[in-house]
Nanobody
Framework: QVRLVESGGGLVQPGGSLRLSCAAS????????MGWYRQAPGKQRELVAS???????GYADSVKGRFTISRDNAKNTMYLQMNSLKPEDTAVYYC?????????WGQGTQVTISS
């Protein structure tokens, strides 16, 4: 069973930046397209960014141009650079496979954008 551990969240002012990390256990991280998801209070979890095993990114319209997803397969780690943050980006952020059957969800990392 793959274990996913998210980190890097925090409280920042609007316009600020954060860099999230996702550390995955197991030897097949490189094989899968991975994604960053977020869940705001009272809302469903949504996919905001994804990256193929070859490194091709995809973004939800709400974050396009502000967020950058990347991965380091040698380190079994994925990143999400978030710039120009807005209050509506406030959510718990999770990582998981982008397609198919998901691994068990980690605890996520809280991102709060507030002045």
């Amino acid at each position: 069973q793959v274990r996913l551990v998210e980190s890097g969240g925090g409280l920042v002012q609007p316009g600020g930046s954060l860099r999230l990390s996702c550390a995955a256990s197991g030897s097949l991280f490189w094989f899968y397209a991975m994604g960053w998801y977020r869940q705001a209070p009272g809302k469903q979890r949504e996919l905001v960014a994804s990256i193929t095993r070859g490194g091709i990114p995809g973004y939800a319209d709400s974050v396009k141009g502000r967020f950058t997803i990347s991965r380091d397969n040698a380190k079994n780690t994925m990143y999400l650079q978030m710039n120009s943050l807005k209050p509506e980006d406030t959510a718990v952020y999770y990582c998981n496979k982008a397609d198919g059957v998901k691994d068990s969800w980690g605890q996520g990392t809280q991102v709060t954008i507030s002045s």
